[in-house]
């Protein structure tokens, strides 16, 4: 009983410690303040187990590294990772030298990962780390293109570097990714997009998590409006083409237009219709 009682006791204790840890703000979240080293190892070592874990549902394809997928992983990499991770003699952007933690040089990423984690990551990204999903922004192809340049990269030189990367652009809408492993299903698939699109930046989506916002209107109860965005019909074929091209259908319109694929739009704007 009394060992119980102890028990509960440093449970109270405990929780009531971490609540004034938050309320008085005593966490540092500044990203000059780094974190202290073991929390630094102790994070490296749950990204490195909780990518291991899932990675292994995208074995690679054979024959992954081809000088074809090593030209286009190389355009990919320029257009999208260079500004972060940057690449034999050049450096990152201004901006990700201040980031915490700092986006690491990837010339050695094939040391610590094997091929389907560099897939996994670049796919998904890395939840509070800075490092984004390329789900909706690189296709199936164009991801494991990206792996094929980082598998290629430890040897290469800055020369081999710059005419690799003399190759045109990286696509960029990638109208529906991939299937995952178990399958999501069509309303997770929406939420799913709504976040990765940056639509919770600005509004409030009933169902879907994100920041407490009032840049745009609260999206709900769409269906029985007489317009949205003050001129689109609030039919799929409406809110459909309101998503993609906002400023094609009111010229004054603050909402920006996001790249986004007519399947992934239709996608949303079902999921508006029912919500
Ligand atoms: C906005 C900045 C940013 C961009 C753009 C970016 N990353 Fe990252 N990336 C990060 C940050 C931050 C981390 C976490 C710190 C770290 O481990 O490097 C990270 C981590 C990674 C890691 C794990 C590295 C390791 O060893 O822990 C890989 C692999 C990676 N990124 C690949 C890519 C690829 C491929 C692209 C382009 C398709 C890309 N990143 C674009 C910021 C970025
Ligand atoms: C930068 C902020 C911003 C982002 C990001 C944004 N929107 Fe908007 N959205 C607005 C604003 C502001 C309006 C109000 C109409 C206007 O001012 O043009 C609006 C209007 C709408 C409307 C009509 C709502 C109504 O009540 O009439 C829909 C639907 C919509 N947005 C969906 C989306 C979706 C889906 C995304 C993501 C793909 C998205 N928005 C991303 C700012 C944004």
Partial sequence: MAALAALAAAGVLGAAGAAAFVWFGVYDVSAT?????????????????????????????????????????????????????????????????????????????????????????????????GMPAWEYRLDERELWSVVAFLDALP????????????????????????????????????RRAFRQHGCTACHVIPGVVGPDTSNGPRLSGLAGRDRIGGKAFPTEDGIAAWIRDPQAIDAHSAMPALGISETQARLMARYLLAH
């Fill in 155 to 190: 040897l290469m030189t800055p020369d081999q570097y710059r005419a690799l990367t003399a190759a045109p652009r990286c696509d960029g809408i990638v109208d529906a990714p991939a299937p995952l492993d178990p399958p999501l299903t069509t309303v997770e698939l929406a």
């Fill in 33 to 129: 303040g780094p974190h202290l080293q073991p929390v630094h190892s102790l994070l490296e070592l749950a990204l490195k187990r909780a990518v291991q874990r899932r990675a292994d549902a995208h074995p690679p394809p054979p024959d992954l590294v081809t000088a074809a997928r090593v030209m286009q992983g190389a355009a990919c990499f320029r257009d999208r990772c260079v500004a972060c991770h940057g690449a034999p003699g050049v450096a990152p952007e201004r901006f990700a030298l201040g980031m915490q933690p700092v986006p690491t040089s990837l010339i050695e990423a094939t040391r610590h990962w094997r091929r389907q984690d560099l897939y996994w990551i670049t796919r998904n990204g890395i939840k509070m780390s």
